[in-house]
């Protein structure tokens, strides 16, 4: 594909500002690249100044650069196609449909699905091989159930859905429309609910709802966990991704953005379009305000306010985890300096 089809595909797809290529500049695109990898039939972006010097070092036939006239020229004179767009990343993001789709089979029920006669399947549907779909369940029209997925009765899968292999999905779970679940999630299992005794541990019957909103993208072997009354609830358009734990009873607003190991204990509320790092933890019944981000490894035990970014262990604003960090870095020499006034002055 020539890079000016390219562009004229992606007209739709985003904003541009500006582009160039002409007879002597318009190469055969046939893939996209990273930027260091890239060859000279690669289409690939730089995202800002930091990158900028890749400009110079990369054999990209054609390059996707910020609003920068200064890179775009310096591609000009290196004669690299260049289209500038506010946001690269994003229309790099789009540049890659152009040259791949996910692979969706085409509808139709595999032979060996068990499929309980009480269950209603929309249109457009597939159930592929050993799939399980129990009592009572609705699927969507253009839903996509992979092979060996499991359905627990009374479950609701929205339409355009896509479950791939080997995940399961416990009653009592609603799904939207246009999620995605990847292989090995569990939604809706039983949570940790479980009240002490003289004699042990007394299960309390998880008896709530779990509900993912629509456009929820959840990754794989990651859990949500279904509460013992009311529900847990992922807001619309919130991405999990691997390994990751949602508790019983939380509550997650709209846009969130959960990285891989991250866990949160139940009752947790957070707000829309929260941050949490790789590996970060949240406590039980801790509110996290819109807009909030956690870096990773944090360990939040307490509210954190909307817009505020934490770190550390426990959390703390990230400003002071910072000031922290470097005295931290040198407490080995201010170590030896209070051994010497120790020894001078005396240990009392």
Known sequence: MKFSEIVEKLGDAATTTSWNANNDCNPEISGLAAVDQATSNHLSYIEGAKFAS??????????????DEALQAKATQLNIAWLSAPE?????????????????PLPGIHPTAVIHPTAKVGNNVYIGAHAVIEERVEIGDGACIH???????DVQIGDSTILHANCSIHER???????????????GAEGFGFVPTRSGWEKMEQSGYT???DNVEVGCN?????????????GKSTIIDNMVQVGHGCQVGFGCAFAGQSGIAGGAKIGNRVILAGQSGVSNQVKIGDGAIASAKAGIHTNV???????GMPAMPHKQYLRISVILNHLP????????LQGKFGKD
């Open 305 to 311: 306010a909307a817009g505020q970014t934490v770190s």
């Open 173 to 187: 779970t609603r799904i939207g429309n246009n999620c995605t679940i990847h292989s090995g999630a569990v939604i």
């Open 147 to 153: 092979a060996n997925v499991v359905i627990y009765p």
């Open 222 to 234: 990651s859990a949500i966990d279904r509460p013992a009354v009311g529900e847990t609830r992922i």
């Open 333 to 340: 020499e201010m170590y030896q300096v209070f051994k010497k």
């Open 88 to 104: 690269p990343k994003l229309l790099f993001a789009q540049a890659i449909r152009l040259f791949y789709k996910p692979w969706q």
């Open 54 to 67: 890749f400009v110079a070092k990369t054999n990209a036939g054609a390059l996707i650069l910020p609003a």
């Open 211 to 213: 509900v993912l909103e």
